[in-house]
Nanobody
């Protein structure tokens, strides 16, 4: 069974840095687009950063210049390097990936991680 497992969240002071990781486990025969989303209390889930299968990236305006998304296809992992963190970055961060779980069918399905809490506070 394919799963996405996130790690790297925690408590950090304003101006600090964190690196989130999200690794796919199970039988994966292809990796498509991957991305990071976040959801703060009382708010809708929003896209933070995305990376396509050809490594093209896009970012929410609020994180441009501070966050960097990258991927390691061999490790089936996507990363989010977060620098200059602000209190408004506090949220549960989720990774999402389009993965091919079948060896004999060229079909990609979307998977979500369980979420990891990021808290930015003095």
């Amino acid at each position: 069974q394919v799963q996405l497992v996130e790690s790297g969240g925690g408590l950090v002071q304003p101006g600090g840095s964190l690196r989130l990781s999200c690794a796919a486990s199970g039988s994966v025969f292809g990796i498509g687009d991957m991305g990071w989303y976040r959801q703060a209390p009382g708010k809708q889930r929003e896209l933070v950063a995305g990376i396509t299968s050809i490594a093209s990236t896009n970012y929410a305006d609020s994180v441009k210049g501070r966050f960097t998304i990258s991927r390691d296809v061999a490790k089936k992992t996507v990363y989010l390097q977060m620098n200059s963190l602000k209190p408004e970055d506090t949220a549960v961060y989720y990774c999402k990936a389009d993965l091919r779980p079948y060896s004999n069918r060229p079909i990609y399905e979307s998977y979500w991680g369980q979420g990891t809490q990021v808290t930015v506070s003095p």
